[in-house]
């Protein structure tokens, strides 16, 4: 089966670094490409660079998400990346790789886990 034919983002949020490596372990693990990942962190994080093959962005970032994310959405990331938390975005291709990241996130110790159409 082919891509969508509208960009899907699967969201979520962890509590430290811990949860969001286990979770990029296991994504990699069922063939989830890295290059389709970002992960929005504090400072701290983000000078480390790249977190098992994800890029690392500081919370500014966010903003290039408005287009699909609501306003009270990215207040809401943007305050949780203050307090420590990291928001992890991957892209799905088609259904069955929604299906197999939506279930794998839902399935970690993710705080959160939402799933987005980016639009074009």
Do not use: C
Not at 12 to 21: C, H, V
Not at 60 to 79: D, P
Not at 100 to 117: K, Y
Request: proline content about 4%; charged content about 20%.
């Amino acid at each position: 089966m082919g891509p969508y034919p509208i960009k899907r983002m699967a969201l979520s949020l962890f509590r430290d670094a811990t949860g969001l490596a286990a979770t990029l372990a296991r994504l990699d693990a069922i063939g989830i490409d890295a290059s389709g990942m970002v992960v929005v962190a504090a400072p701290a994080v983000v000078r480390q660079g790249q977190i098992l093959g994800a890029r690392t962005v500081p919370k500014e970032h966010l903003v290039n998400f408005a287009k699909w994310m609501s306003a009270e959405t990215t207040a809401e990331l943007a305050a949780a990346v203050d307090g420590g938390e990291i928001v992890l975005l991957v892209e799905v291709d088609g259904p069955e790789d929604e299906q197999a990241v939506s279930q794998l996130l839902l399935n970690t110790s993710a705080l959160r886990v939402q799933l987005h159409d980016m639009g074009d």
